[in-house]
């Protein structure tokens, strides 16, 4: 088990170096990029890794407050960042950088994979993120609907008091309840609370019910339990699905790096996709497909081929 | 992978994606056994059975065909 960790580490060290920079870069304390923006923009707010929340910016364009892009540059140039590289370069955020990720590919490692879940033979993993992805946007959209009745209701607000309507559409807004299930049970809200706990114990006093739900979700079944670790990545995560598309987009443009398969040079080991973190490779003997849909270009493939078959290239 | 089979995972991806939130809308986190989160939690068995159900018939099948004389 510890060969297979120390192998992984010295096979690929760069990616593990990616993944501390990730870590300092957005995980309060450290944060440093997000620290860095918020400096910039001169502002006091505490720099954590929910600064960089994926479902707010979404909840803001289906309800029309585009406003709020301009008190939040960071976000809008994170996700630019990420949805940009992975058009031009493959998802790398996410196979690179992500701590979320990361951090559960990192614990699946060390736990034997004889065990663990293989369901690629089962189930299209693209096929239940971009479902789980539209589930995502619908309930968007649903929780937006009532925000935009809200500013309605405004205009004819009566002097004292809140319209029934407008009431009505919060309530509704709280019963579909998006924003609040979506923090409660988001692994990077999770994952930011269990570092900050680390470094100040008084903030353990988060570890309600639901958090510890997410935990065994995304760090025990999508972890531990999971080959390569990504369970999370593969099917809860949407920022994982959006990039995943718009590398989708830029390959089938031509535009993109990419992983590519040399079938003269392959001798079907099977060692790329037993290695594979994102079950992005399927095929048998040197016939090897690679879904881009779920390849998050980490490049473990890459490395691990004997006879250098297969290749990030722009092709 | 045969189409119809992603387009059937896209539908219970779709489906569960929409339906845990709503389930999940009322709960606080602190739990306070409201029994909001019951139709979740019962899920579960439910899936497993449904996922294993080909593997438990062919275990059924095998210990049949021991017991049984030929």
């Known amino acids: 088990m510890s060969l297979r960790v120390f192998d ?20 309060e304390p450290f944060a440093w990029l997000v620290k860095f923006a918020y400096y910039l923009q001169d502002s ?14 979404i909840d803001w364009l289906l309800s029309g407050e585009f406003g709020r892009f301009a008190g939040r540059p960071f976000v809008v140039l994170f996700l630019a960042g990420v949805l940009g590289t992975a058009f031009l370069l493959g998802p790398v955020f996410c196979g690179w950088l992500c701590p979320v990720g990361a951090c559960s590919e990192c614990l699946s490692r060390l736990f034997p994979r004889k065990g663990q879940l293989d369901l690629s033979k089962r189930v299209n993993p693209a096929s239940l993120r971009y479902g789980f992805l539209t589930a995502f946007a ?30 009505q559409a919060r309530n509704l807004a ?15 809200s999770v994952f930011q609370r269990l570092v900050s706990g680390v470094a100040d114990p008084s903030k353990l006093t988060y570890w309600h019910s639901g958090a510890i739900m997410t935990l065994g979700g995304w760090l025990v079944i999508g972890g531990i339990l999971w080959k390569g670790g990504r369970g999370w990545c ?24 990419k992983v590519v398969h040399d079938s003269s040079k392959c001798n079907g080991c099977g060692e ?28 473990e493939c890459t490395k691990s081929c004997p006879n250098k078959a297969l290749t990030y290239a722009r092709i | 992978m045969p189409q119809r089979a992603g387009w059937t995972a896209f539908v219970w991806a779709l489906l569960s994606g929409l339906g845990i939130p709503i389930v999940l809308s009322r709960c606080g986190g602190h ?30 099948k095998r210990l049949l065909a021991s017991v049984l004389p030929k």
């Open chain 1, 138 to 167: 619908l309930l968007a959209l649903a929780a937006s609907l009532p925000a935009i009745t809200w500013t309605a209701g405004s205009e004819v607000r009566e002097s004292g008091s809140r319209p029934i309507a407008t009431r």
């Open chain 2, 31 to 60: 739990c306070g056994s409201c029994g909001q989160c019951a139709p979740l939690i019962a899920s579960i068995p439910v899936m497993l059975i449904v996922l294993a159900r080909r593997r438990a018939w062919s275990l059924v």
């Open chain 1, 272 to 299: 790329c996709k037993k290695l594979c973190p994102a079950w992005a490779i399927t095929g048998g003997g040197d016939v090897v497909d690679i879904n881009r849909h779920t390849c998050n270009v980490c490049l």
């Open chain 1, 44 to 57: 006091p707010a505490s720099a954590s890794l929910h600064k960089a929340c994926f479902r707010m910016p």
């Open chain 1, 234 to 257: 593969l099917y809860g995560c949407p920022l994982g699905a959006v990039a995943n598309l718009f590398h989708w987009v830029g390959a089938k443009m031509g535009l993109s790096w």
């Open chain 1, 8 to 27: 992984a580490i010295a096979r690929h060290k760069w990616r593990y170096v990616a993944f501390a920079v990730g870590f300092l870069l957005l995980v």
């Open chain 1, 174 to 188: 709280e019963s579909v309840g998006v924003g609040g299930v979506c923090c409660r049970y988001c692994p990077s």
